[in-house]
């Protein structure tokens, strides 16, 4: 079992949707949970990060965390054309900056 | 303020050589990380430097190996070269924010032929 799972895709969705990302985990020592976006060619960059459960939103982004169930997810609303890339999911166990990664979803946004 | 450098972006090698990668991080981070990522597999850790320590290490055989200096910089070097090191190396920078965020460079291609 991969530990850190993601679905690859593509989740394709029309344009002004929202985009749901899940990813889930099997270290139930994690602590940090980063969402990172991943154009083609270019190097991944941070979206968001939440360390508590519930939900945190940061604009059009949301990000949930359940410990409990193991999962992080990523919801992405009025989706435009331009947040087509691949979203990987990254994981970090308490105290360590072993960041362990997903192998990504890739969206594509459909205008 | 500069992002990552890594250098040199792009590299071919042959089986059973050596390469050296560069990577210089955002001024004030002194944690350093590189990952290996592959079509397949992903985005996959290698190791990590804080203040010239190696705070953590990754699943990859003894042919990796990395450094860090006094003034944050830091080198990997992967020896005797195998076909399956082909990857995109990215560099990571850590530091200052408490958010734990890394911020990567553009990579070093490396392909082995």
């Known amino acids: 079992q991969k530990e850190v799972e993601q679905n690859s895709g593509p989740l394709s969705v029309p344009e002004g949707a929202i985009a749901s990302l899940n990813c889930t985990y099997s270290d139930r020592g994690s602590q940090s949970f980063f969402w990172y976006r991943q154009y083609s060619g270019k190097s991944p960059e941070l979206i968001m990060f939440i360390y508590s459960n519930g939900d945190k939103e940061d604009g059009r982004f949301t990000a949930q965390l359940n410990k409990a169930s193991q999962y992080v997810s990523l919801l992405i609303r009025d989706s435009q054309p331009s947040d087509s890339a691949t979203y990987l999911c990254?994981?970090?166990?308490?105290?360590?900056?072993?960041?362990?990664f997903g192998t990504g979803t890739r969206l594509k946004v459909l205008a | 303020k500069a992002g990552v450098t890594q250098t040199p972006r792009y590299l071919i090698k042959t089986r059973g050589q050596q390469v050296t990668l560069s990577c210089s991080p955002i001024?004030?981070?002194?944690?350093v990380s590189w990952y290996q990522q592959t079509p397949g597999q992903g985005l996959q850790f290698l190791f990590e430097?804080?203040?010239?320590?190696?705070?953590n290490k990754g699943n990859f055989p003894g042919r990796f190996s990395g450094r860090q200096f006094s003034n944050s910089r830091s080198e990997m070097n992967v020896s005797t070269l195998e076909l399956g090191d082909s990857a995109l190396y990215l560099c990571?920078?850590?530091?200052?924010?408490?958010?734990?965020?890394?911020?990567f460079g553009e990579g070093s291609r490396l392909t082995v032929l």
């Open positions: 430097y804080f203040s010239e320590t190696q705070r």
């Open positions: 990254a994981v970090a166990p308490s105290g360590t900056y072993k960041y362990i």
């Open positions: 001024s004030g981070h002194r944690s």
């Open positions: 990571a920078s850590s530091g200052g924010t408490g958010s734990g965020e890394l911020f």
